[in-house]
């Protein structure tokens, strides 16, 4: 019995619309919860963990560790010319006490190396200068310095342990882009010798580039074969996809340098066929072609996934209909099948650049040492020279150019079009 | 487009010629059937020309269905090429002469022997030979490591993305674009940015309860990594199972009163359980394969499947990988039928089936 001014209203007395809402809310949060527990647990393994990667890339305690009172000082020293001698005096003493005590992570070594990052060859500056430090008993501290070692009296040696005294820094991400302070403290590129990390990551982009082409230059044909042949030769056939997808990729690299070395069946065959001779083998593995040939087909099944799905729902009447009204088979296959394999197209080329980008088990293994990428470089970091904030600098920056790649895909594709077999 | 049987056509006939010539000239076997199988399969599939095809176009079909034949042996032949390699009698990694006249004495089971034997005190030793090899032998502990890890880290990855993914597929989920691709992540950042991660956050003392120093170089933490790593194609797998859900069969159960718990037992499970498993096998063979946070993680004690090829092939490569590979291909093998079987009942369950 409502009329038109009074609210609908439920079995309750409460109004439909606020019953809706309420019922909306209530799906709405079960929902959530549902994905809650999974999404704290990637928060506390894996978004974290890259906070932290993020966290260590600017942070820089070592300055603060060793010699805590002079990098408070320091701090209020303008940078010009060589700084007054009680800065140094605080200098001297906390050099000698860190030296004295010893204590894990506030080591002299520790600021030493950290002093070294920036101004290569100075290791052995710092480490000789904290050894004599607690003899100098009296001013003026520079000059007594400047007696043990000549250096000291380099106005950048003192800059650069203004910026190692200060908690957060950029100097990672310049070493990573291979800029460097200068002895004014500008920032200017690197000596020509020192430029490594820019090199390699054009060479892992352009490198991922020249390895998504090639993929899909080879997953195109086959792909369409599959999607046009009938179902069951197509699975059938599609084994063959397949199983390399599934297939460790520890066994596919093996495979690779069976086939691919200079004593392999590539160039076993070759010599047989007398296409080169038994001393003309091919070097094919550790190096640059090593890295491709194994990265291409260790990616291809990415690729044919993709164009093979977009593929199968064209329907073949179409490029029919274009040739019975006079196209050729290149125009009807241009301007009318092509066309609409382009959503495979870019989820395929995307989905291989972004794994190529950060690909680090392969060229480790076959890359020798012109197939190496930016992550081998990372890895090395963290592993063998144990420049962590260096690694974690060129880490935080192939994170970004890969979330800039996978936005793209999110954005053109989406996500919830991935698929797998 | 009548089917002319493949032996009735002229091209085939040529072909067999040809393949003679081979045969005749190189005195190999194996270099006839590669040929032959290579330049015969596009002719197999040469039938469904329409009768108004010119030659242009036969020839046309022919070489493209020749280049796909090239493609799919790229794809395939390093796989095959090593289980024969793994039966070596010499330490190469190449076919000796002796293999490729198929003499039987250039073939031996020596590296699969030394699977269990790598690495035990007393490989001839009489006493003690079974739990020698099971405590001590290389390869057996790095696929004890192995298993384990994959199993545990298969359960979390599974209970938490399945639950995950039927709070995606829901109609009424808020922000789904945005968890999802916040789930989907781990499989998109590189591993070496995640494992460098991972190294330095489980590095951290006095940080998790129970663990003291911290997760890196234990078990746990590499099972907290490969459940990260396995999640997104859990996630993918179930969604896409759930995406082609009837919902009304929710409201049905539950009209016809059965509650959550049933209607989710009774109803919702078995119509999601093939997409569970196949992310589960995902899961799993993620673990099984994955080496770059073991790398950066584990211990010596930990090493995997995986890492110890990696470490074999750096330092001193050896057939007793080929032999490993082998196994390997064939446990995929094993997987992918599985994987086949249960994707042909998942689109049956749903109505989906091809005739």
């Known amino acids: 019995m409502s009329d038109s001014t009074s609210p609908i209203l439920t079995a309750d007395g409460t109004p439909l619309k ?3 809402a309420q019922t909306t809310r209530r799906l709405r949060i079960k929902a959530l919860l549902l994905t809650l527990p999974l999404v704290i647990f990637i928060i506390i393994t894996f978004v974290l963990p890259i906070g932290q990667m993020l966290y260590r890339s600017v942070h820089n305690p070592t300055g603060i560790m060793v010699t805590p009172n002079f990098a408070e000082a320091i701090q209020e020293w303008d940078g010009e010319g060589l700084p007054d001698d009680r ?5 001297v003493k ?3 006490l860190a030296k004295k005590n010893r204590e894990i992570g506030k080591t002299v070594g520790n600021l030493a190396t950290r002093v070294n990052y920036e101004i290569p060859g100075s290791r052995s500056l710092i480490t000789s200068t904290a050894r004599k430090a607690k003899n100098i008993k009296e001013g003026p501290y520079l000059d007594a310095l400047i007696k043990i070692n000549k ?3 380099n106005p950048a040696m003192w800059l650069t342990l203004q910026r190692a005294s200060k908690e957060y820094t950029a100097s990672f991400y310049l070493a990573a882009l291979d800029r460097k302070y200068d002895d004014k403290g500008d920032i200017v590129m690197a000596d020509e010798l020192y430029q490594i990390y820019i090199p390699i990551l054009m060479k892992t982009l352009w490198l991922s580039a020249v390895i998504t082409l090639l993929c899909f230059i080879l997953a195109y044909p086959v792909s369409y074969l599959l999607s046009t042949l009938p179902m069951k030769t197509s699975n059938l056939l599609m084994i063959l996809v397949l199983l390399p997808f599934w297939t460790s990729l520890l066994v596919r690299t093996t495979a690779w340098i069976a086939m691919l070395q200079t004593e392999g069946i590539v160039n076993d065959f070759m010599v047989f066929l007398g296409v080169i001779g038994d001393d003309g083998r091919i070097q094919m593995i550790y190096n640059m072609t090593g890295t491709i040939i194994a990265m291409v087909h260790i990616l291809l099944p990415f690729m044919i996934l993709p164009l093979y799905s977009v593929m199968k729902t064209i329907p073949p009447s179409y490029m029919r209909a274009a040739k019975s009204m006079g196209a050729s088979t290149t125009y009807a296959f241009t301007k009318v099948y092509f066309p609409q394999t382009i959503p495979g197209i870019a989820a395929g080329t995307l989905l291989v650049f972004i794994l190529a980008i950060g690909y680090y088990i392969t060229p480790a293994l076959v890359g020798g040492n012109d197939g190496l ?10 592993k063998s020279t144990l420049n962590w904030s260096l690694g974690a600098a060129l880490g935080t920056i192939l994170l970004a150019v ?4 996978y936005w793209v895909y999110n954005k053109l594709v989406g996500v919830d079009n991935l698929k797998f077999g | 487009m009548k089917k002319i049987a493949f032996f009735k056509r002229p091209g085939t006939w040529v072909l067999l010629a040809l393949t003679l010539g081979i045969f005749l000239l190189t005195q190999s076997f194996g270099v006839a059937l590669v040929f032959f199988l290579t330049f015969g399969a596009p002719l197999y599939f040469m039938e469904d020309l329409p009768a108004y095809a010119t030659t242009m176009d036969k020839i046309g079909k022919y070489i493209f269905l020749l280049i796909c034949a090239l493609i799919f042996l790229f794809l395939i032949t390093p796989i095959l090429i090593i289980i024969p390699l793994s039966f070596n009698a010499e330490p190469y990694f190449t076919f000796t002469e002796g293999m490729l006249s198929l003499d039987p004495s250039a073939y031996s089971l020596r590296w699969y022997a030394d699977i269990f034997r790598f690495g035990m005190l007393e490989p001839d030793g009489v006493t003690n030979w079974w739990s020698d090899m099971w405590d001590n032998a290389t390869w057996v502990r790095a696929a004890r490591n192995s298993f384990f890890i994959a199993i545990l880290s298969t359960i979390i990855a599974t209970f938490f993305g399945t639950l995950a993914a039927l709070g995606l597929s829901r109609p009424e989920m808020p922000y789904r ?6 789930l989907i992540s781990p499989m998109i950042v590189p591993l070496v940015i995640t494992a460098t991660g991972m190294f330095f956050f489980y590095s951290q003392k006095d940080l998790f309860p ?7 170089k234990t078990y746990f933490g590499i099972i907290l990594a490969h459940a990260t790593l396995g999640i997104p194609f859990v996630i993918i797998t179930v969604t896409a199972t759930l995406s082609g859900f009837d919902r009304s069969l929710i409201r049905a159960s539950q009209g016809l009163g059965a509650s959550g718990t049933t209607t989710f037992f009774k109803v919702i499970m078995p119509l999601i359980l093939p997409g569970m498993i196949s992310g589960a096998l995902f899961a799993f063979i993620t673990s099984m394969d994955e080496v770059v946070a073991v790398i950066f993680l584990a211990d010596v004690d930990q090493r995997t499947i995986p890492r110890q090829m990696f470490s074999g092939i750096r330092e001193q490569i050896s057939p007793t990988i080929l032999a490993v590979a082998t196994i390997l291909v064939v446990i995929s093998v094993g997987l992918l039928s599985m994987l086949e079987i249960l994707r042909r009942r998942s689109e049956r369950l749903r109505g989906l089936a091809p005739q």
């Open chain 2, 210 to 216: 129970f663990f003291p120093d911290g997760l890196a």
């Open chain 1, 402 to 405: 890969v979330l800039v790649f």
């Open chain 2, 177 to 182: 674009a945005a968890i999802t691709s916040l």
């Open chain 1, 151 to 153: 250096k000291w009296e």
């Open chain 1, 18 to 20: 606020a019953k809706l």
């Open chain 1, 94 to 96: 906390d050099l000698a």
């Open chain 1, 87 to 91: 800065f140094v005096e605080i200098f």
């Open chain 1, 373 to 382: 990428l930016i992550s081998n470089l990372i890895a090395g970091h963290i």
